[in-house]
């Protein structure tokens, strides 16, 4: 049974650049949630999608991020024009929706130069 | 709006004690799910237990407990005979039945147990 996996596990680009990212969840999971963590905080959401659809956007989701989950499998998260306050770790988690709780992966650590 | 807190920013015991981690939460939901995450070194976020509002009964799984009481809105998590596999920084957490979506986290508790 594979848990949630999220590629790459760090990425350190230069300001202004392009990042994608991308989280395979739980397969049975038709809930995946994108969560931001700095340093010394907790998570904090962003985004979440019910099978393809995207259902909430936090306020944190500046115009520059977005989300997607084509084929209510796989998601991936862009961040454009990078800013060094993006720097953090990008977690996602899936669930079932009939569930409360959630399953994290790894993580991704961005680090913006 | 719903906020957890967790006022113990860091704890310190040695191995064999009991250690109780805080949790006083926030919410205008009248049906919501409490929980608490362990995030070891390694940096993973692993599920340890979920409760629902309307269930109060307290909850033992082996050195781990749980004490909810609505009435002063806290969800307390007690490790029993502590180990150093239990260093780590613990979230508690909370979110609304209704749409079971997003989970708000508190700002974590670390924990470090001395051999």
């Known amino acids: 049974d594979t848990g949630v996996s999220q590629n790459p596990r760090h990425k350190i680009t230069k300001r202004g650049q392009n990042v994608t990212f991308r989280c395979d969840p739980i397969s049975e999971h038709n809930r995946l949630y994108w969560y931001r963590q700095t340093l010394g905080q907790g998570p904090e959401f962003l985004t979440y999608?019910?099978?393809?659809?995207?259902?909430?956007k936090s306020r944190l989701l500046s115009d520059r991020f977005s989300a997607e989950r084509p084929k209510g499998s796989f998601s991936t998260l862009e961040i454009q024009r990078t800013e060094q306050g993006d720097s953090a770790m990008y977690l996602c988690?899936?669930?079932?929706?009939?569930?409360?709780?959630?399953?994290f992966g790894p993580g991704t650590r961005l680090t913006v130069t | 709006a719903q906020k957890v807190t967790q006022a113990q920013t860091e704890i310190s015991v040695v191995e064999k004690e009991d250690v109780t981690l805080d949790c006083v939460y926030e919410?205008?939901?009248?049906?919501?799910?409490l929980f608490w995450y362990k995030q070891p070194p390694s940096g993973e976020l692993v599920f340890l237990i979920r409760r629902n509002s309307f269930d109060e009964q307290n909850e033992i799984s082996g050195r781990y407990s749980w004490n909810f009481q609505k009435s002063t809105s806290s969800f307390n998590f007690t490790i029993t005979a502590s180990q150093v596999v239990d260093s780590a920084v613990y979230f508690c957490a909370l979110s609304e039945i209704r749409s079971a979506s997003k989970i708000i986290f508190g700002s974590g508790t670390r924990l470090s147990i001395r051999p």
């Open positions: 999608f019910q099978n393809e659809a995207q259902l909430e």
């Open positions: 988690a899936s669930s079932l929706e009939t569930a409360g709780e959630q399953y």
């Open positions: 919410t205008r939901d009248t049906t919501y799910y």
